[in-house]
């Protein structure tokens, strides 16, 4: 079992910048590639980022490629997605989500994350 807690989400003006963190309970945080998707009232849940199990491989949706960083600290059980550039369009309710354990891989489907947080808002005034 995972549980995954996100935060560090608020107002922001556009162009500027905002650290998201993600934490995980449980002892296979290490052995999940993770992701990081956003969800807006009326649309589909948007791929935004993931990364392997080391973090040696990331991958990131074209809306937010140059814009966002996805990384982790395994010895911390933490998740994070630093943003910067920031612009309406990246309002968004920003949820983490985990795969199933030994699954080492980045993915950009939301079918292979078996585990996913709450989410927390981020708000991009113009």
């Known amino acids: 079992q995972v549980q995954l807690v996100e935060s560090g989400g608020g107002l922001v003006q556009a162009g500027g910048s905002l650290r998201l963190s993600c934490a995980a309970s449980?002892?296979?945080?290490?052995?999940?590639?993770m992701g990081w998707f956003r969800q807006t009232p009326g649309k589909e849940r948007e791929f935004v980022a993931t990364?392997?199990?080391?973090?040696?491989?990331?991958r990131y949706g074209d809306s937010v490629k140059g814009r966002f960083t996805i990384s982790r600290d395994n010895a911390k059980n933490t998740l994070y997605l630093q943003m910067n550039n920031l612009q309406p369009e990246d309002t968004a309710v920003y949820i983490c989500?985990?795969?199933?354990?030994?699954?080492?891989?980045?993915?950009?489907?939301?079918?292979?994350?078996?585990?996913w947080g709450q989410g927390t808002q981020v708000t991009v005034s113009s």
């Open positions: 449980g002892r296979t945080f290490s052995t999940r590639a």
């Open positions: 990364i392997s199990c080391s973090g040696g491989s990331t």
């Open positions: 989500a985990a795969r199933t354990p030994s699954s080492c891989g980045t993915s950009s489907v939301s079918t292979d994350f078996i585990s």
